[in-house]
């Protein structure tokens, strides 16, 4: 089982140096992978997510990426709907291309109606448009030139061109529990036991081995043998991708738990 862990962009611990150095550590410490997530814009006082301070996910891993050289860069989640396709499109091919290939793209559909609503994005049409970005960027990456007849998002796609292409496809993996969410893909954030059934399920749909089963899993920093017990579950359930997210708020207390999770997943991590 592959396990990745999270960068430290979210709160007072992010910044420059905090994603440099926690890149760095995360490859050098043999994780598949490291991951980034997304809001544009919250309410004041909300009571999550926890704080306002979240550099962009798709930066944030172009600045990992200038660091490393064989650790997978992935998104969990980025709001697909929030955002017009094209230039995400764009922005992507360029981050696959300038780190050789290492982009994984997790999506979803989102949950903050005041944030889409901030965006002049309409929060009813999330999923049809979720749906409509996802095959928008599949056919200008792979198509030139291309076509495409957009129905829920404002786009005229006749004859056009966008280059560069990505140098490998860009793997979507969707992100979620909902019944929605399952039927578009899998990525899930539940526990071992919650878990066996929806991966039995999907797998009875998709047996197919490129398709990957990925959770995400939160830790205190209180019981690494918890934890190592929790990531050898998720195996056994089926689970083909871990990732932890650290819940330390200072830098230097986040990197100690990065460790203490690379030894607690040395027994189920492989390449």
Known sequence: MRVGIHLPHIGHKAGPEAIRRAAIQAEELG???????EHIIVPKGAPYP??????????????????????????????????HPLPLAKELATLQNLSEGRLILGAGVGW???????????????????????AMMR???????????????AAVIEDMRMLPQPVKPIP???????????????RLDLSPGEA?????????????????????????????AALRARIVAYGEAGVDHVLVEPAERAL???????????RAAEPTRKD
């Open 252 to 262: 230097d207390d986040w990197l100690r738990a990065v460790e203490r999770v690379a």
């Open 50 to 83: 926890p704080s306002a301070v979240f550099y962009d996910p798709v930066l944030t891993l172009t600045w990992a990426a200038a660091f490393t050289k064989r650790i997978g860069l992935g998104t969990s989640v980025l709001v697909l709907p929030m955002r």
């Open 196 to 224: 066996v059934p929806i991966v039995r399920r999907l797998r009875a749909v998709r047996p197919d081995p490129e398709f990957v089963i990925s959770l995400r899993s939160s830790w205190d920093g209180q019981d690494d």
């Open 31 to 37: 994780f598949a992978d490291a991951w980034t997530s």
């Open 112 to 134: 903050m109606e005041a944030e889409f609503a901030a965006l002049g994005v309409p929060f009813r049409e999330r999923g049809r448009r979720m749906d409509e970005g996802i």
């Open 139 to 153: 056919a200008v990456w792979g198509k030139d030139p291309v076509s495409f007849p957009a129905r829920h998002i």
């Open 172 to 186: 979507i993996w969707i992100g979620g529990s909902s019944e929605a969410a399952l039927h578009r893909a899998a």
